[in-house]
């Protein structure tokens, strides 16, 4: 299966997750400089985290030149399966996104890979990073999450 059907099949189970109550990520852990992190938790408060921007039509960009960042990592308390490792850009529009454990593909990962961003997400992202500090720029995008 090549790559982009099987995201295609990863974000249609997202959208359908996000349909269900009670199911799917409830955790998201913001993150600026290594010190500078805030939780935000709740199905509700998480979900649009991983719903605006995966409603716009994909097109897979190029990394961007060194910019200064945020790492979001989102997760369920409650055991549920799927794991998102984000990296929000600002000035660039840019979110690099790593996704593993999202049925049906619970053995795979997906990604990294970097999109850009509607303007619907960059509210939300904007909102969730409000009063951090961010990462400094680095070369290489080399982060883990």
């Known amino acids: 299966m090549s790559g982009r059907i099987l995201l295609a099949a990863v974000l249609a189970a997202l959208a359908v ?3 269900a109550a009670a199911k799917g990520p409830d955790r998201a852990r913001v993150c600026g400089k290594t010190t500078a992190c805030r939780v935000i938790s ?17 097109s897979e960009r ?10 979001i990592a989102i ?8 794991k998102w490792f984000l990296v929000w850009v600002p000035s660039k529009r840019l979110l690099r996104a790593t996704v593993s454990g999202v049925p049906p593909y619970t053995s795979r990962t997906v990604g990294p890979y970097w999109r850009s961003v509607p303007a619907a997400a ?20 080399r982060i883990k999450g």
């Open 75 to 82: 997760d369920s308390t409650r055991g549920e399966p799927g």
């Open 42 to 58: 709740g199905d509700q408060q998480v979900y649009p985290l991983i719903s605006g921007w995966e409603t716009a039509p994909f």
């Open 17 to 19: 997750a996000g349909t």
């Open 62 to 71: 190029g990394a961007p030149r060194p910019a200064p960042y945020f790492t």
């Open 122 to 141: 960059v509210t939300t992202f904007s909102a969730a990073v409000r009063g951090l500090a961010s990462h400094p720029a680095i070369r290489g995008w």
